[in-house]
């Protein structure tokens, strides 16, 4: 899948790729924590239950109508798509780097010190 692909996308959602980088942009910057959530997906199912066992409030965002900006914005579709205050964090137990994963980030103490930053 190459940008012609992801412009396709947009074009089927009827928003141009800058308006619909702006609106992910925008949910991102909606909360310090933002979950880009698909309905029956078990690994958000794991990670929503992971950041409530810890107390952590979030913003849940239906992923469907923001994956090709998503893809251009990580390079990944998958779901759950975990951001705080605008840095990408990956998703339920991995991510872009090393580090990423909402489950590995909360047992070592990265998420809640990212938020706290």
Request: aromatic letters at 10%.
């Amino acid at each position: 899948f190459g940008s012609s692909s992801n412009q396709f996308a947009f074009v089927l959602l009827g928003l141009s790729r800058k308006s619909a980088m702006a609106s992910v942009d925008e949910q991102i910057a909606s909360a310090d924590v933002v979950f880009f959530d698909m309905p029956g997906c078990p690994y958000c199912a794991d990670a929503e239950r992971a950041l409530n066992d810890k107390g952590i409030a979030f913003k849940k965002v239906n992923i469907a109508a923001y994956k090709p900006a998503l893809r251009e914005k990580t390079g990944k579709t998958s779901a759950p798509s975990v951001w705080i205050k605008g840095t990408y964090v990956g998703g339920c137990n991995d991510g872009t780097e090393p580090w990423h994963g909402v489950k590995p980030m909360l047992s070592n103490g990265k998420f809640e010190e990212m938020i706290r930053a």
